[in-house]
């Protein structure tokens, strides 16, 4: 697959589900469909054979088929019809019977399923990617102090490697719903014009066996001709795992403006540049997942409309589907690449970190001021004082622990030498390490099994 759309799609992702990978799937079907039926009894195994043989080295003109398709409404009749036609050019018997029994949904969906396969497998590998980078943050800097910032304001110090196991955990967590939701979806559809299989009689339970097992799917309970929840829950849980990339790169692409100047993606010829400004050093990879972040759940709730199929065959739902995934998951994948590399190479600037901390001027130890102060004068009483005291060390520009020092409250509260050991990053990191820990290994599970 071609074209300018690559710039904000991953390729392999989306190739997963060009039109040629779709029609070869289709084409795939129809072999193991004959086969299948031959092994049921429902055809002979010689016409079986023809056909699978023709379908191998079957060839399609994609605009030629989307042509006719406008008109018929589906891809699937101009399809059968011309894979009939070059079956008959070598046994017009076998060609009696090409797509026997099934239906244009069973063709197009179990063709989309067989390459949802691939396209899956491109975005799990990109999230173990993503996901590796993050644990390996978050273990080289579990004691690295940085400013945590709450509704964009600097809140009190954290460890960097804390900031990454919460983007660790997301990706975690988002991956194992996406490789659930997967499952759900890639999944046999097999049920013939209303779903029954009825053509096929007494032996459709074998006929729909054969089929699965030669695809290498798995038989739903039903066909999903109008069951479209399935695809509507994997849209979204793709959706999501770029939301989780996209995540990453909005806090990236903040702690990269030069006035923080705390992380910064990987220098390189030609990464981040500006057209007209030749300082400029912008967070390229970060756009890439932030357009995606912003642009899959629109594609998300395509699908999720599309769940209200009437009856047994919905009309202007399913027909459309994988033109709607290719691009979900295309951007998804283009997501989670990009965020993988940035991470992998991410550039730490820990003085920096230290900096921003150093020039709040002890404000962002208030918290932790507070608290000690709690243990003499209580909760609320320890709350205003403490609110006095920051309020005068922004008017007269100084630190916080200068002007605790100058209260006479304060120095009858808390000894002065336990004074300083407040106002240490350290003490502010609570449970963080334990948090480090649960997240590396949950992903440490997560990562253990993989499909």
């Not at 046994?91 to 029994?101: C, E, K, T, W």
């Not at 660790?168 to 490789?179: H, I, K, N, P, T």
């Not at 739902?317 to 690449?337: E, F, K, N, P, V």
């Not at 502010?428 to 099994?449: K, L, T, Y």
Request: proline share 4%; hydrophobic share 50%; glycine share 8%.
């Amino acid at each position: 697959m071609d074209g300018l759309s690559l710039t904000f799609l991953d390729a392999a992702a989306a190739e997963a589900l060009s039109d040629e990978r779709l029609l070869r799937a289709m084409a795939r079907f129809e072999a193991a469909l004959a086969q299948a039926c031959a092994r049921s009894g429902l055809i002979c195994a010689g016409d079986a054979e023809v056909i699978a043989a023709v379908c191998k080295g079957a060839r399609f003109d994609a605009g030629a088929l989307a042509s006719v398709g406008r008109t018929a409404g589906t891809l699937a009749i101009p399809f059968v019809k011309e894979l009939t036609a070059q079956v008959a050019a070598v046994s017009p018997q076998a060609a009696r019977h090409v797509h026997f029994g099934a239906t244009s949904q069973d063709v197009q969906d179990t063709a989309l399923a067989l390459c949802l396969k691939d396209a899956n497998a491109r975005i799990d590998q990109c999230a173990v990617q993503l996901g590796d980078a993050a644990a390996a943050l978050a273990s080289e800097h579990a004691d690295t102090p940085c400013l945590a910032r709450t509704l964009l304001q600097p809140a009190l110090p954290v460890p960097f490697g804390w900031k990454a196991a919460v983007w660790l955990s997301l990706v975690s967590g988002s991956l194992r719903a996406f490789r659930r939701s997967a499952d759900e979806c890639c999944v046999l559809q097999f049920g013939g014009p209303a779903g029954t299989l009825s053509a096929y009689g007494e032996k459709s339970t074998a006929a729909e066996a054969a089929l699965a097992e030669a695809l290498d799917l798995a038989v739903p309970d039903v066909p999903w001709h109008s069951r479209r929840d399935a695809i509507a829950r994997f849209g979204a849980a793709a959706a999501a795992l770029a939301g989780a990339a996209g995540k990453v790169a909005r806090d990236v692409s903040l702690l990269m403006q030069p006035e923080i100047g705390e992380a910064a993606e990987a220098a390189g010829a030609g990464r981040g540049g500006s057209s007209s400004l030749p300082h400029k050093r912008n967070p390229a990879q970060c756009m890439l997942a932030l357009e995606a972040a912003q642009r899959t759940p629109g594609l998300a709730s395509t699908l999720l409309v599309q769940v209200t199929a009437e009856h047994e065959r919905g009309l202007g739902q399913w027909q459309s589907q994988w033109m709607t995934l290719r691009d979900l998951l295309g951007a998804t994948a283009s997501a989670l690449a990009a965020m993988g590399g940035v991470l992998a190479g991410l550039e730490v600037n820990t003085s920096a970190m230290r900096e921003n901390i150093e020039r709040m001027r002890g404000l962002v130890y208030s918290e932790a001021l507070s608290v000690r102060l709690a243990a003499a004068l209580g909760k609320q009483e320890a709350h205003h004082l403490t609110e006095r005291l920051c309020a005068r060390a922004v008017q007269s520009g100084g630190h916080l622990a200068d002007v605790a020092r100058a209260d006479a409250q304060v120095m009858g509260a808390i000894h002065p030498d336990e004074l300083s050991t407040i106002f240490q990053p350290q003490r502010c990191f609570g449970a963080a390490p334990a948090m480090i820990a649960r997240a590396r290994s949950q992903w440490a599970r997560v990562r253990a099994s993989a499909p």
